[in-house]
């Protein structure tokens, strides 16, 4: 048995999510470059619904540019009138996402 509680996004596999909540988070994590410990600002999104089915899991956005582009989704929770595809590509500081905002009926 899989446990969704965090979801763990796949290259080149789209991602359907609804999000129902949000929160920044301040976390200590190990830098990778150097291996001693830093402090990161962790865009936090609460998710009910993945790929049509239902879960309580969290999407931990750490990269800028993903989290940049959730951004004016956030003020007043307005992302909960949408459900996000999300799409991941390519490794380490290649990586790139796409996000398409879809109005939910």
Do not use: C
Request: proline share 8%; aromatic share 6%; glycine share 6%.
């Amino acid at each position: 048995m899989v446990l969704e509680n965090i979801i763990r996004l796949v290259n080149d596999v789209p991602s359907r999510v609804h999000i129902v909540e949000h929160v920044v988070e301040r976390r200590t994590i190990t830098d990778p470059g150097t291996g001693r410990p830093a402090t990161r600002q962790v865009l936090v999104l609460e998710v009910d619904e993945l790929d049509g089915r239902p879960v309580q899991a969290k999407l931990s956005i750490m990269a800028a540019n993903l989290a940049d582009k959730f951004g004016p989704y956030l003020p007043d929770g307005r992302y909960r009138a949408y459900t996000f595809v999300v799409t991941q590509s390519g490794e380490g500081f290649t990586r790139r996402w796409s996000v398409q905002a879809l109005p939910r009926p």
